[in-house]
């Protein structure tokens, strides 16, 4: 396989996981944040190897020798180390700063989205949030990419997430989602819409347990995996409000259906 300074780390991680991962620790230690699944599954797919060089703090050239000795093709044409701008706000202009811990509300099983809505509407233009989490918030950072937010996350520890959004100057409507969403399936189509699809084409988990983020975190996993003739069936204890913008984002099509105030089976699939 060839490789380059824009190709991504789960493109190394697809060919052989644990090769790749010993031989990357070897170089440097700040590389076994690769064993944590859940900051693989959310980091990999994200980070080029460029941008894997500057958070670990290793050179371009060790990381291509440390690969090219297992077997992958250094394209020569962009071996060398480039100068590019990784983040999209220009942190030398000095602004106001309102952080949010989003923690404490995470470890108590609670949405931090409507705080955090709450936190954007009250910025005014050029002004930024500090958002500290356990975890990079991809859903949100689309949601508030869409509104003309700005952001750079900074992977600080494995636990320690910091992601930074400036409000830019243009007008920006933004306002809380719905407590409900409007996707709950008409009487009959969430069971017309599960015969559609054979047992081994169905793949189901139940999130109920789980505390925050992990019902997230789980689920998207799974959406990595899933092909255009599958179906994903999910036991979920609320109407993930939250996920329903990050699905609407990558074009998949889902069913609610509500059987309590405390349980809500749902379908997600490709059209």
Sequence with gaps: MNINLNTRIKALLDVDR??????????????SKLRNPV?????ARRVTIAEACKIAGCSP?????SMKAIGFVIDEKMKEPVIAKVNTIDFELQTNVYQLDVRPLLSKDQDPLKEILNLAKRIGPGERMKIINSFEPVPLINLLAEKGFLHFTEVVSEKLIITWFEKTAQKIALTALPVEA????P???FGKVLSRFPVHKI????VRGLKMPQPM??????LEKLNADELLYIYHKKVPVYLLSELNRRGLLSLLNRKSTDEVDMLIYRS
Excluded: P
């Design 61 to 65: 050239s060790d990381f291509f020798n």
């Design 182 to 185: 409007h996707d709950e399936a």
């Design 187 to 189: 009487q009959g189509l």
């Design 18 to 31: 644990e090769k790749v991962i010993d031989s990357l620790i070897k170089i440097n230690r700040n590389f």
């Design 203 to 206: 793949t189901y988990i139940d």
């Design 217 to 222: 975190i789980q689920i998207l996993g799974q």
């Design 39 to 43: 900051l693989r599954n959310l980091l």
